[in-house]
């Protein structure tokens, strides 16, 4: 009797701890399915303004993700996200306003949203993408044109036009010393391309580069050039 006892303990232990291994597995799993997102805010309302990132029940509930804080050229680290909208809200004295509000992408590991701030209504206008999707990674550009003019973006050799209110992944073209010459251009009255930004860029391996396209008075484009540093998926 006490035999039987000793053949089926390892016998027990061992569909045990497969079985606490399996749960481990499936709970891995779950954490990896889960959505995130990193905010790259280009513009904000402000220094240092803190947010908090919320989904909203059906009896008007907020429910929280995370918090953050803004500032411009801003890039957060990874951020619990949610499948479906979520609102961008401030704390008031009444409670939580929200001064914002984008959709997840469906079926997106991990999004990308940029904001644009609305200095007189002190909102933000936000972007969402999904950079696997739109294949954007270190060797890309990711072009926002959150403007109500086209533009026109070279990337060394490469260039790309860039409409109104859309994005696009673009790879640079690059020259014999691994850079290339970043220019941005748009239409005058006349259609005559006038540039608004010329610089050098040198791509770092681990990181991505985000361009966005501003509306501006002066200059009728203004460039925020942002590097993303990974991890990426």
Known sequence: MNLKKIQLIPHVMVMA??????AQSVSAQDAEAKPMLRLICATSVGKGQKIVL??????GKWNRLAEAELRASLVSEWLPSHAGEIHILIKQKTGLESIGHFTHPAGANQALVILIADEKAKTYR?????????????????????????????LGPEVVEVEAGVHLVAKPGLDENGGYRLMVQYPDPQREKQLCYDRQVIPNANSRNIIVLLPDPSVNLRVINISEFGPFE
């Open 17 to 22: 701890a497969a079985f606490f291994m399996g």
């Open 54 to 59: 919320a989904t909203k029940s059906e009896d």
């Open 126 to 154: 936000a972007h969402a993408v999904d950079p696997g999707k739109d294949g954007f990674d270190a060797t890309t550009s990711l072009i926002i044109n959150a403007s109500e003019v086209a533009g026109t973006v070279s």
